[in-house]
Every structure is written in structure tokens, then in C-alpha cells.
């Protein structure tokens, strides 16, 4: 008999999550580029921020 020891082969993520996760990743970098994008909203965060002081 061949007694050799296996190495267990990591498990490759299925390519759907892959792109799944790709996909929402993208998604939120968008939704904040568009957050701050909008001048108002940077202004009505910074008012907040300075408003802790």
C-alpha cells in the first residue's frame, strides 16, 4: 500500500461569490463617492462634527 499523507487542498470560493462580493464592494465605493459628491451633505457633516466641539 501507498501510505502518503494528503494535503488538504484549500477550498477555491464558487466564481458567483466572487462576483457577488465584487459587486457589492463596487457598490458601496459608489454610494460614498456619491455621498460626497454632494456638497450639502459634506457641509451638514462638518457643521455635526464641529457641533461635538
Known sequence: MN???TV???ARRAPIKRVL???AVT???AWVFYL???PQLVIMLT???W???
Do not use: A, K, R
Open 36 to 38: 460626497y459628491s454632494n
Open 27 to 29: 457598490m458601496g465605493l
Open 3 to 5: 501510505e502518503q499523507p
Open 47 to 49: 457643521d455635526q462634527l
Open 8 to 10: 488538504p487542498v484549500p
Open 51 to 53: 457641533t461635538c466641539f
Open 21 to 23: 462580493l465584487m459587486l
